[in-house]
């Protein structure tokens, strides 16, 4: 069964800049696409940032564009979230999730077609 373990949270100030990484176990994630999200207690869901299979695909919330890059290493089973010039809008817990097979990157983004859920690491930007 796949587990995903997302980490690299943590308290920065505006404009700074965090890696978060999401390291799978239990299955290899080089067939399935990988999707990052965010919540804020009190309100919806967000997701950020998608990435298919290979990576040769992303897509991004428009409140992330230019900011934030989806990578992964396969051979690591492992996926990526770097971000930069960070804001306090984006303090949240961030998770990272991964797709039912070939489901869309698009609908990833959207939520669905989750198979799995990682556990959230907390982004806290602040002065």
Known sequence: QLQLVASGGGLVQPGRSLLLSCVASGRLLDNLGIAWFRQVP???????????????????????????????INTRNTAYLQMNNLKPDDTAI??????????????????????????????????
């Open 42 to 72: 009190g309100k919806e869901r967000e997701g950020v940032a998608s990435i298919s299979s290979t990576g040769g695909v992303t897509k991004y919330a428009d409140s992330v564009k230019g900011r934030f890059t989806a990578y992964r």
């Open 94 to 127: 961030y998770y990272c999730a991964a797709g039912k097979g070939a489901v869309p990157i698009a609908e990833l983004l959207l939520g669905a077609g989750i198979d799995s859920w990682g556990h959230g690491t907390q982004v806290t930007v602040s002065s």
